[in-house]
């Protein structure tokens, strides 16, 4: 659909009962709404809150100042964890890529630096998710059938209705609070697949601090690219 010429994605499912507008990652428009609600009535929501998706791109925009191109270098930095490590290209080594030390090592012979860093990423994500959701089992005793580490462009995470729980792989870059605040939202969402207040509520009785992750994803989580 198109509305004052964005491209708009439409996500239909039967667990919504009202509409939510999404500025996504990439800044593409995107609203999650009720399976029988029409477009002429998408459209009539949209156009009575234009100026606050106008005032969100604004912002998205103004994030993406941050954007960071990356080139696989001597001397690049990468995010790990909310901090960067230098990488040395080096002679020699056997394996593609390996974290040492506080640096990235990546071999001269590497073919796709790319897709070893994506592995790398993939990897420390499931380890350290697991090791998170143990650390917040007592103030969330909420698990999902299955958890999966997968390549999202606009998201950073998503719950299915079955309680499946796929993350992107880029929370791992994000310092540890803010990945407690992604793994924390998705388990929420088991109980409430809705932003509702219902669901602020309860993810403020467990991170009641929240807000400060939240805020600080808008404003860096575009760094997160490679």
């Not at 394996?95 to 790319?114: E, M, T, V, W, Y």
């Not at 998201?155 to 929370?171: F, K, V």
Request: glycine share 4%; hydrophobic share 40%; proline share 4%.
């Amino acid at each position: 659909m198109i509305w004052r010429d964005f491209p708009v994605a439409i996500h239909r499912t039967a667990r919504r009962k009202t509409m939510s507008i999404v500025i996504e990652r990439d800044g593409s428009l995107a609203v999650q709404v009720p399976e029988a609600m029409s477009e002429e009535r998408i459209l009539e929501i949209l156009n009575r809150k234009e100026y606050e998706i106008f005032q969100k791109r604004a912002l998205w925009q103004e994030a993406n100042r941050e954007h960071v191109s990356r080139q696989f270098l001597s001397g690049q930095s990468f995010l790990y964890l909310g901090r960067n490590y230098t990488l040395s290209v080096v002679q020699g080594q056997k394996r593609h890529l390996i974290f040492k030390n506080g640096s990235f090592l990546l071999s001269a012979d590497a073919k796709n630096p790319r897709g070893d860093f994506i592995r790398f990423y993939k990897r420390q994500a499931k380890a350290k998710i697991a090791e998170r959701l143990e650390a917040l089992r007592d103030r969330i005793a909420i698990r999902p059938k299955k958890i999966q580490i997968r390549e999202m462009t606009t998201r950073w995470g998503s719950c299915t209705p079955s309680g499946n729980i796929y993350y992107n792989w880029r929370c791992v870059m994000m310092p540890l609070f803010v990945l407690d605040y992604l793994i924390v939202h998705e388990l929420v969402h088991i109980e409430h697949p809705n932003h509702s207040r219902e669901f602020w509520q309860r993810l403020s009785g467990i991170l009641p601090d929240y807000n400060y992750a939240k805020d600080w994803l808008k404003k860096n989580g575009v760094r997160a690219e490679i």
